[in-house]
Structures are given as C-alpha cells and as structure tokens.
C-alpha cells in the first residue's frame, strides 16, 4: 500500500466475525476457525502496527458470547490461554502495548493470572495500543460507568451539574484514547454487536464479506482505501 498517500486512522476497531462460517465451509468443527482465527489476530496486528495506527482494538469475547455451546466456550477459552502463553513474548519486538478490555472478573483465575502478566510485560512499550476486547460487552461498560459517576456523586466528589460526556468517556475501559475513526466487521453483517457503542458516534463503518481467518494485509489496505473515500463531517456540513 503506498501509506504515503493515504490518510491512515489513528483507531482502528475490529469485529473479527465469521470464524464458525470458515471452519463449517471445510467441512470442521467450529474451533477449528477460532484457531485460525487467531492466527490471522497475530498476523494482522503485525501488519497494521507497521501500517502506523496508533491504537488498534480488536474483539474477541463478548459477553454474550458465553451463551454459545460450552464445547465452543470452552475451545475458545483454551485458544486465548495458548495465546496468552505465546503472548509474553509476542508483540515484543513491534513494541506493540497489549492491554484488554472488558470484564476480566469473568475468567478463571489462571487466564485471569495470564492477562496481569501479559500487560505487565508491555507496560512500558511505546508502540501501537492493542485494546484486546475480552468478556467485553459496550452496554456493561456504560452500566459500570454510570456507578462509578453515582458513586463520585454520592460520596460528594462530582457534581451532577458537571457531568458531562467526558464524565463519562473517562470511565471507559478506553479512558484517555481517541475515539475510533474506523470500525471494520469481516463475516458480511452490518451491525455493531455490542462493540464500542458510545465510542463509536462518529465512527466510519466499512464491512467486507470476508471472513475472519481469510482476512489478509490487501483486505486491510482494502478498508484504508475505502475510509480515504468518506467524507466525516462529525454532524457539521
Ligand atoms: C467470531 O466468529 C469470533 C469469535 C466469537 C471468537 C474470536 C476469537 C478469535 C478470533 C481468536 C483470537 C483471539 C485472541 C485474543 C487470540 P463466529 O464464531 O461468530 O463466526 P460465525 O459468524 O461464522 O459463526
């Protein structure tokens, strides 16, 4: 892709969607996709780091996703304790900062254990931001923010005359991050699934049949060229 040209996002959100699909189209069960899947996860994440995108955020689980058959739940599961193991060191090299998103009180304690440390490790990289969304559900971020400002108020610390949208944006998970400029969702749906709702008010949404674990650099430069093409007016003229 010729970068220098194009205007590149600063956020970028991923709906990794259509792994089941990939997987059944061969004639496999499910979690073989989610395997794959997290292959591309590792490759892409490369590939957009060196495309110059400050903050990447990339779902993974939501939480509604624990309602899928527990064979699968628990496939997943194990696919993210592998990848949390190869984690510590992945990454290292591309200074890429791992942290994730989400309601870590969700996992058992030893992925729980296995994302501290993974987070540990990167801390103090200066590279691209990797938000990995986890048991992330953009409605419970809300509720959670909402307590946290109910709290404040009672306890006397905020005004409710003085709440107002950065009240709650800085009770984000994505607390201090630009906004997402561009939300990409493979596996052909047009729809937000639960991802970045308050976040994404302004964001350019581009969705491309291709599923998750057929997702390569070219379709990446694919959305860049496509999110060159929109006009973002943010509500003016
Ligand atoms: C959506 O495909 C995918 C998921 C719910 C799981 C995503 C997990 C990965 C990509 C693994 C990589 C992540 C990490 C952090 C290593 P789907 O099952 O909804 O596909 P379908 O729409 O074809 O059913």
């Not at 946290?148 to 998970?173: F, G, H, P």
């Not at 729809?191 to 379709?219: I, V």
Request: overall charge neutral.
């Amino acid at each position: 892709m010729e970068k220098n040209k194009l205007y590149i996002p600063e956020h970028v959100g991923i709906i990794m969607d259509g792994n089941g699909r990939w997987a059944k189209k061969r004639g496999m069960p499910r979690y073989v996709g989610h395997t794959y899947g997290a292959q591309t996860f590792r490759k892409i994440t490369r590939y957009i780091s060196k495309c110059g995108v400050k903050i990447l955020t990339l779902y993974a689980f939501s939480t509604e996703n624990w309602k899928r058959p527990p064979e699968e739940v628990d496939a997943i599961m194990k696919i993210f304790d592998q990848y949390l193991v190869d984690a510590l060191t992945d990454f290292r090299d591309d200074d890429i900062k791992v942290v994730f998103i989400g309601d870590k009180s969700g996992f058992s304690p030893r992925l729980r254990k296995l994302i501290e440390e993974n987070e540990e490790v990167a801390k103090d990289r200066k590279g691209m931001l990797l938000n990995i969304a986890m048991n992330y559900g953009s409605r419970d971020e809300i509720v959670r923010a909402v307590k946290m400002i109910s709290q404040d108020v009672l306890d006397k610390k905020l005004d409710v005359n003085d709440i107002n949208e950065d009240t709650i944006a800085s009770r984000l998970y994505t607390s201090g991050q630009h906004d997402p400029d561009l939300i990409i969702r493979t596996g052909g749906e047009h729809r937000l699934s639960n991802f970045l709702l308050y976040q994404s008010a302004y964001s350019e949404f581009y969705s491309t049949e291709t599923l998750w674990p057929d997702f390569k650099n070219e379709d990446f430069d694919k959305a860049i060229i496509e999110f060159n093409k929109r006009n973002r007016r943010f509500g003016g003229v």
